[in-house]
């Protein structure tokens, strides 16, 4: 068999986390199982729209290392082909022109919601004779093409991932195939195009398993093939509501924007639904590949959790500080991005090193350097470590300058920590006395990185400033 997926978004906006694990899914199968992936671009909802929505997505699928084999294909380069199709199920009375208005439509739901009954189309058009319809369509007057569902028949189809499915047709809606724009809907066209593609696998989100069987109607009454279909677990939030913008972000171009690494994305989204059953949680996109499999797709919903991505993204920043390799070097580039205060690209890497124990992703830079830059005015009493005093803490401020003023400009963070706990042995101190004041006459925050690693990123001037600083404060 030739295995064929495709990826099928629609250019609405961004590329959404939902949309990126669908790709990706779709990707790791069929690297897996061999065959080829085509990107087709859904683009006949002219109302939702968005221009240049197609290249972006394009884009950022690339950023993450999904490549397509075929396409991107235009649905709205399509038009005639689904005509031919639509055009074939009106021959064969399994379509028909419908002329009714918004209005009557709406009065007609109203009517069906007044009375508890299912909402659906009440078959009017069908009544409408060759001649009458021909007249209609003479006139000009606007209409749309409904499928003309099977009575009373249950449509039966396997999901690889939810199992059977079985609706009957009196539970279902005439659905419109093609709109009065001449774009044919989502669910006539997905159908024409998968068949019309080679389409071996289905693989999309759970949100279109109860279209499936409209589409399972459409298969048969054009005696095609039908694909096999793997739905994904629905995307939640925390409070497991379906995943959406009120509670974080979800584009997969704003994790990037914040300075999350495509890698670690790729990784933490891999599990929205798939689980290999080790206790294995950093993959490589080629690992992913080798253990991915269709039978350890879950069915119940996947908590999207931010601090888990965070966790992930923090372990890949520690491994290429780590590793120091071409990614390193990438990074150490985009640094002024983060942090516009220097130029200085020593200090940037330093900065970084210092940080990057610490970092979640890469953005948080912004806020967690600035202590480098501008020191906050603070109060004398937090120089002073619960356990020691104010002469104490003056005594060891004053020894710390005097021997970092006998070292060389460029202070080496080995070297600080041999010199602060040598003195502070000498004279009798505890870290408390030296460790905590100088910390925090360096940061002027209660969390810092340690003072040696402080040191060593403001330098011997900078840093004697803000001890003496700290001295005149404990001193007044
Ligand atoms: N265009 C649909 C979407 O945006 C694709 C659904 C499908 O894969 O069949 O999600």
């Given at each position: 068999?030739?295995?064929?997926?495709?990826?099928?978004?629609?250019?609405?906006?961004?590329?959404?986390?939902?949309?990126?694990?669908t790709?990706?899914?779709?990707?790791l199968?069929?690297?897996?199982?061999?065959?080829?992936?085509?990107?087709?671009?859904e683009?006949?909802?002219?109302?939702?729209?968005?221009?240049?929505?197609?290249?972006?997505?394009?884009?950022?699928?690339?950023?993450?290392?999904?490549?397509?084999?075929?396409?991107?294909?235009?649905?709205?380069?399509?038009?005639?082909?689904?005509?031919?199709?639509?055009?074939?199920?009106?021959?064969?009375?399994?379509?028909?022109?419908?002329?009714?208005?918004?209005?009557?439509?709406?009065?007609?739901?109203?009517?069906?919601?007044?009375?508890?009954?299912?909402?659906?189309?009440?078959?009017?058009?069908?009544?409408l004779?060759?001649?009458?319809?021909?007249?209609?369509?003479?006139?000009?007057?606007?209409?749309?093409?409904?499928l003309?569902?099977?009575?009373?028949e249950?449509?039966?189809f396997?999901?690889?991932?939810?199992?059977?499915?079985?609706?009957?047709?009196?539970?279902?809606d005439?659905?419109?195939?093609?709109?009065?724009d001449g774009y044919?809907?989502?669910?006539?066209?997905?159908?024409?195009?998968?068949?019309?593609?080679?389409i071996s696998?289905?693989?999309?989100?759970?949100?279109?398993?109860?279209?499936?069987?409209?589409?399972?109607?459409?298969?048969?009454?054009?005696?095609?093939?039908?694909?096999?279909?793997?739905?994904?677990?629905?995307?939640?939030?925390?409070?497991?509501?379906?995943?959406?913008k009120?509670?974080?972000?979800?584009?997969?171009?704003d994790?990037?924007?914040?300075?999350?690494?495509?890698?670690?994305?790729?990784?933490?989204?891999?599990f929205?639904?798939?689980?290999?059953?080790?206790?294995?949680?950093?993959?490589?996109?080629?690992?992913?590949?080798?253990d991915?499999?269709?039978?350890?797709?879950n069915?119940?919903?996947?908590?999207?959790?931010?601090?888990?991505?965070?966790?992930?993204?923090?372990?890949?920043?520690?491994?290429?500080?780590k590793?120091?390799?071409?990614?390193?070097?990438?990074?150490?580039?985009?640094?002024?991005?983060?942090?516009?205060?220097?130029?200085?690209?020593?200090?940037?890497?330093k900065?970084?090193?210092?940080l990057?124990?610490?970092?979640?992703?890469?953005?948080?830079l912004?806020?967690?350097?600035q202590?480098?830059?501008?020191?906050?005015?603070?109060?004398?009493?937090?120089?002073?470590?619960?356990?020691?005093?104010?002469?104490?803490?003056?005594?060891?401020?004053?020894?710390?300058?005097?021997?970092?003023?006998?070292?060389?400009?460029?202070?080496i963070?080995?070297q600080?920590?041999?010199?602060?706990?040598?003195?502070?042995?000498?004279?009798?101190?505890?870290?408390?006395d030296?460790?905590?004041?100088?910390?925090?006459?360096?940061?002027?925050?209660?969390?810092?990185?340690?003072?040696?690693?402080?040191?060593?990123?403001?330098?011997?001037?900078?840093?004697?400033?803000?001890?003496?600083?700290?001295?005149?404060?404990?001193?007044?």
């Amino acid at each position: 068999m030739n295995y064929k997926t495709r990826f099928a978004p629609s250019p609405t906006g961004y590329l959404h986390i939902g949309g990126l694990r669908t790709a990706l899914y779709n990707y790791l199968f069929i690297k897996k199982y061999g065959g080829k992936m085509i990107l087709r671009i859904e683009d006949t909802d002219r109302e939702r729209y968005i221009a240049n929505a197609d290249k972006q997505i394009i884009d950022t699928l690339k950023t993450f290392g999904i490549n397509f084999d075929i396409g991107p294909y235009y649905q709205s380069e399509r038009l005639d082909l689904y005509k031919k199709f639509v055009q074939q199920l009106i021959s064969e009375d399994k379509a028909y022109y419908c002329f009714c208005s918004k209005e009557r439509l709406e009065k007609l739901r109203e009517e069906q919601q007044k009375n508890k009954q299912i909402p659906k189309y009440d078959r009017h058009c069908t009544s409408l004779s060759k001649k009458e319809i021909q007249e209609k369509l003479n006139n000009n007057e606007s209409f749309v093409i409904r499928l003309k569902l099977p009575e009373n028949e249950d449509v039966v189809f396997e999901d690889e991932v939810y199992g059977q499915v079985k609706i009957n047709t009196k539970d279902l809606d005439d659905q419109v195939l093609l709109k009065s724009d001449g774009y044919p809907t989502y669910h006539l066209a997905v159908v024409i195009d998968d068949h019309d593609m080679g389409i071996s696998h289905i693989i999309r989100g759970e949100e279109w398993l109860p279209s499936t069987p409209k589409h399972i109607i459409l298969y048969k009454m054009f005696s095609w093939e039908i694909p096999k279909f793997i739905h994904l677990p629905l995307l939640l939030n925390p409070d497991r509501s379906k995943l959406s913008k009120r509670q974080g972000d979800v584009a997969a171009e704003d994790f990037l924007k914040k300075g999350y690494l495509p890698e670690a994305i790729i990784n933490y989204i891999a599990f929205l639904g798939w689980n290999p059953k080790t206790t294995k949680e950093i993959y490589s996109m080629d690992e992913l590949i080798q253990d991915f499999s269709v039978d350890k797709i879950n069915k119940a919903g996947a908590v999207f959790d931010v601090d888990k991505l965070n966790w992930i993204n923090a372990e890949y920043i520690k491994n290429i500080v780590k590793e120091k390799g071409e990614k390193y070097k990438e990074i150490i580039k985009i640094l002024p991005n983060y942090i516009k205060e220097t130029t200085n690209e020593k200090m940037l890497e330093k900065i970084f090193i210092v940080l990057s124990s610490r970092l979640n992703y890469f953005e948080q830079l912004k806020e967690d350097s600035q202590f480098f830059f501008n020191l906050q005015n603070y109060n004398a009493d937090h120089l002073i470590f619960k356990k020691s005093n104010k002469e104490l803490t003056i005594k060891g401020l004053k020894i710390v300058k005097e021997s970092l003023e006998s070292l060389n400009d460029e202070l080496i963070e080995e070297q600080i920590n041999t010199l602060l706990n040598k003195v502070m042995t000498q004279n009798n101190l505890n870290p408390g006395d030296i460790f905590w004041p100088l910390r925090f006459a360096l940061s002027g925050l209660e969390k810092s990185p340690s003072p040696a690693e402080i040191l060593w990123i403001l330098g011997k001037d900078e840093s004697l400033k803000r001890i003496n600083l700290a001295i005149e404060k404990l001193e007044k």
